[in-house]
């Protein structure tokens, strides 16, 4: 059994850690820390989970959160976890952080797209991109991982196998549809029941935070791409899924040998060779579920790529890391099959 | 044409009559007062409203509000009121608060519930509680209606020719089902699209607050009852539905005879003899439907009434008010058909 | 007062229709044609209608469905409007169909994706395509009008500027998510609740029968075009929003100016120069609203466009239309403002 | 290991069996039943579950369904259970009936109120009532489970202390709310998405087929009961929560007390002394949630009982009832957290 915290235990990510860990084996949360709930009990917060841990939120300050614990997960607002991921290394402890501050490599480019300064360079090259379907052994190294956001997670794991075998031309045009609880538990007036409900939005215009993330990833595998990535809200509270639009001068069956090629043995990733998947498919679990369909008269490609954004897009990605950097078994405690309906 | 202002225009309320004023044929909206957006043109509040009028938004400070306005409907928080309303009487002009303060006739319970100071009594002896179907003499009369709440509109309406009549057991209990506009726009955890959807949540625990309004109206009809009443949250948008238990030993046939005899040439009302109405045959209409069952050999009757919690129990029927205040016909203005499916 | 005869009154497209021409100033509606509720009074079929229309469905086979009629609009599955079509024509009546029989202009292109035997050439030679922005003076000239569906709605308005003035290139990638009303009141697993609800389903696999509608127009402004289009379902009741991904090589002013010359005086369409306009903003219109914003380094525009689908997609064109074959107002019974929220 | 089959496992309680039993870790499934689905695999009716069973749908008359297994679950419309009943008798397996035909104990009841002809009164002297709550040790020893309704479990439950300790006085209202899954995935107009969503639909009128279930359980503890009971659909996927309106002379410091007594124990229900527990604090869960509040001037008590409908009302109950007969642990495989939000 390993001691793990959670600081920012209490938005929906740092509640889905505590729900999935709270069913792991091998691990015993030891401490939460909570900005907005510091001194209540964890069930006073989230009566569904009193059962399951009996433990009172500690303010962000106390040092137990990092001492205590052999792996910290961050799950904080961006531009805060700098200080924590640093007095967690000095201790030699493992660190997951689920926020944005580790994903870009670049400080310059974290500073141009989220105005905060970026982490210290020292830090920076410490941080390994915690996908663990590309960086599986890069994660089983370090003791501090950036764990991607929801929009790459789906994005990434697309078009991985297609840009590394340079079977689709560099010019992308994604388009993302995102449950409501992507946007977390802080009051927003575009998170509200009466905005969301019976509506679809278009944001993140012109840009959003997840497209340098995108970039950086793609620019590794292609030298250049141009790329298109619009968000959508849509009325559900989890899942996202992402319509990739490709050209390419090959066949549909070079494109499925080639994903069975890279995903047959992963053991979260389901590619579907005759069907698109569906929200419904993946919701409450870790897989990503890949679909494709190529028109061969015209040379277009589309993907389609599922997840439940909190889960595979966030926490239960985490724990996938976290079994990696642990030596664990990569599955445990994230073998939950969808529910449905 | 008579000319209208709205304190409070930037609402789920204020913008519903922003909505069904600006299709009123003999209605002018002259002025929107907001504390939120002042300054900001209204269709950059509310975008899909912005060729309906342009108006820029004005502080609620602002004396034009009162002065340039014949009819003026308050949409304001509870406790905000009594000034608007006192000054614009002065000027003798027409008003509508849709909020808490005058529809309680008792200082003393307005304190007890809303722990605020109540309207002064001569103000509030001057307001008609405006549920037209009970007190439409009275509401053409006055200068200052108070529009009813949503939940007891549905009650009231149901409950009106049973009471009077006598023909039920003054031990009543209502189970109410309400969609999240009617919490309105204001930031809660509890209005969030992913706290509500999928979730049906009861609340007003030990008490809401309606129940003094419901019990004012009953005990005019029928000197004592026992009253329970629980609302519930369901993840709609627009629509309230409230189950009415009661006790009877009259026939089937005798309770719809009453309600035919009270309610045939009523506009807004519709009873349906033979059925359950259900909330999406309102929505978007200023009806109340009403229907029932009665299993005898238990005496056991139960009402169904719905109503769109935002037009028959709000907006709707304060400009059902307003009409009756203003001379005009009833229903101008009101005529829009359920936006089913 | 025009007398208008609804064949299909009952599915979803029917009651829309039912439902706006019963609060049409110039309309009469004197029969309805039902395939499934012949000899119902339409109230026990939509009992939220049963105060607007007091009429009983007529069998598909009354002939007073045409005959009793000036004007006769049809709603219908695909492949049963010709007989109705033809003997109302001889009868010199106004058709408005809503199915898609006479959309297609090519006979074998018909068969190629309906898999059923076109009308004659003779008849689909006197139908016009009924969008009004772009076919104005030939639909106020026909007695038959072919009414768009909605997916090509969505689309060809955000294309018609772009394409006639040649501003971008005619490599199209168009991403649709559409409300679930899409699909009718017919029993499908795909339209239950359970499976729809907190889903978002790609379908139209490998292509949609909307997909040659959309090209015989859009060849008619451009040349040649290589077009992707994917439908997908979203958990809505109402609504449509396509994305639409183009490259160019013109400024965002050009692009704006160019849809202010084409749309500034329609009365039906939208255009926010700077915002993406979202599905709750056109709900319960007859608008079209669109938005767009353009990467300029990257020569990417994109275009938001959507519509209420039962109304601009469907039932509301076809009053337009009508209103366009009979010489009224274009307008006339179409200006309810979106139900928000 | 035990073998289990499925007969029926198609429909969503099937599915849902399907899912709980492929992660129950002494259970092996060995054959799936399917009236429309026979010949077809499994991961083809259901793509998200293909991963967790590899398995042909067999028809219903293929005996491998019965002999092939020891335990048999099934999951059928009402009046199809009885043939399969009798012959897995014989064969001295262990049968669990998620179905109607074994609930009630009276043939004469169930003639009544399913029109259809009951199972043999020998057949129905076998079957125990599956509330584990209630009526553990007769499950413990019994081949033949009748499991109960999911309105049932969440007012039996809910009851069953305050009636058999006389706290209460027998006359209960009962105003439950469901989600549109509990319909079952066969095709209704009623379960389509665009009917039941933005709606509440009160039905079951005048009485409700699992009244009779209900009534049969209560008067074992209290001779005679005066029962009112509403069923509500309400526009969700999953759960159920039941509001009954009790009047009492104790104090609510005694309900907790006995409440506590019977249930503190239980590894399925959960009480909440000082909250109204909510939908989704079990979905996803095999909990009852239970909760109460009294106004003691009025001595009106109102419980809130909630469950998952597909789990502890089907699937999850009936497998807590395979735990019991087969002497495992009971909560083996229905561990998980509330899946929130």
């Not at 926020?99 to 020292?122: C, H, I, M, N, T």
């Not at 590309?134 to 929009?151: D, E, F, H, M, S």
């Given at each position: 059994?390993?001691?793990?915290?959670?600081?920012?235990?209490?938005?929906?990510?740092?509640?889905?850690?505590?729900?999935?860990?709270?069913?792991?084996?091998?691990?015993?949360?030891?401490?939460?820390?909570?900005?907005?709930?510091?001194?209540?009990?964890?069930?006073?917060?989230?009566?569904?989970?009193?059962?399951?841990?009996?433990?009172?939120?500690?303010?962000?300050?106390?040092?137990?959160?990092?001492?205590?614990?052999?792996?910290?997960?961050?799950?904080?607002?961006?531009?805060?976890?700098?200080?924590?991921?640093?007095?967690?290394?000095?201790?030699?402890?493992?660190?997951?952080?689920?926020?944005?501050?580790?994903?870009?490599?670049?400080?310059?480019?974290y500073q141009a797209w989220y105005k905060k300064q970026a982490?210290?360079?020292?830090?920076?090259?410490?941080?390994?991109?915690?996908?663990?379907?590309?960086?599986?052994?890069?994660?089983?190294?370090?003791?501090?991982?950036?764990?991607?956001?929801?929009?790459?997670?789906?994005?990434?794991?697309?078009?991985?196998?297609?840009?590394?075998?340079?079977?689709?031309?560099?010019?992308?045009?994604?388009?993302?549809?995102?449950?409501?609880?992507?946007?977390?538990?802080?009051?927003?007036?575009?998170?509200?029941?009466?905005?969301?409900?019976?509506?679809?939005?278009?944001?993140?215009?012109?840009?959003?935070?997840h497209l340098p993330e995108i970039e950086q990833e793609l620019?590794?595998?292609?030298?250049?791409?141009?790329?298109?990535?619009?968000?959508?809200?849509?009325?559900?509270?989890?899942?996202?899924?992402?319509?990739?639009?490709?050209?390419?001068?090959?066949?549909?069956?070079?494109?499925?040998?080639?994903?069975?090629?890279?995903?047959?043995?992963?053991?979260?990733?389901?590619?579907?060779?005759?069907?698109?998947?569906?929200?419904?498919?993946?919701?409450?679990?870790?897989?990503?579920?890949?679909?494709?369909?190529?028109?061969?008269?015209?040379?277009?490609?589309?993907?389609?790529?599922?997840?439940?954004?909190?889960?595979?897009?966030?926490?239960?990605?985490?724990?996938?890391n976290m079994n990696l950097m642990c030596g664990f078994s990569?599955?445990?405690?994230?073998?939950?099959?969808?529910?449905?309906?």
């Amino acid at each position: 059994m390993i001691k793990v915290s959670i600081l920012g235990a209490t938005g929906y990510t740092g509640q889905e850690l505590v729900r999935l860990l709270s069913g792991h084996p091998q691990v015993e949360i030891v401490a939460l820390g909570s900005r907005s709930y510091a001194g209540k009990n964890y069930g006073q917060v989230y009566p569904h989970l009193g059962d399951k841990v009996n433990l009172i939120c500690r303010a962000m300050t106390d040092p137990f959160l990092i001492e205590g614990a052999e792996v910290i997960f961050l799950a904080l607002p961006h531009g805060l976890s700098a200080p924590y991921v640093e007095k967690a290394l000095v201790l030699n402890k493992k660190v997951i952080d689920l926020g944005a501050d580790f994903r870009l490599q670049s400080p310059e480019v974290y500073q141009a797209w989220y105005k905060k300064q970026a982490p210290s360079v020292k830090l920076l090259e410490q941080a390994v991109y915690g996908l663990p379907e590309i960086y599986r052994q890069q994660i089983k190294q370090t003791n501090l991982v950036a764990n991607p956001g929801c929009y790459p997670t789906t994005i990434l794991l697309a078009l991985y196998p297609l840009l590394k075998e340079k079977l689709v031309k560099p010019d992308i045009i994604i388009d993302s549809k995102s449950g409501i609880s992507g946007a977390g538990r802080s009051l927003k007036k575009g998170s509200l029941y009466a905005e969301s409900n019976e509506n679809v939005k278009p944001y993140g215009f012109p840009a959003h935070r997840h497209l340098p993330e995108i970039e950086q990833e793609l620019i590794k595998w292609y030298k250049e791409v141009r790329l298109t990535f619009t968000p959508h809200l849509v009325p559900l509270t989890r899942g996202m899924l992402s319509t990739i639009y490709l050209s390419t001068a090959v066949s549909l069956n070079k494109i499925q040998t080639v994903y069975q090629k890279y995903y047959k043995d992963e053991p979260f990733i389901k590619f579907y060779e005759d069907n698109y998947p569906e929200i419904k498919w993946v919701q409450g679990t870790n897989f990503c579920a890949l679909g494709c369909s190529l028109e061969e008269s015209k040379g277009r490609l589309i993907i389609i790529s599922v997840i439940d954004n909190l889960i595979k897009g966030a926490a239960g990605q985490a724990i996938q890391n976290m079994n990696l950097m642990c030596g664990f078994s990569e599955t445990i405690g994230l073998s939950a099959a969808a529910l449905y309906p």
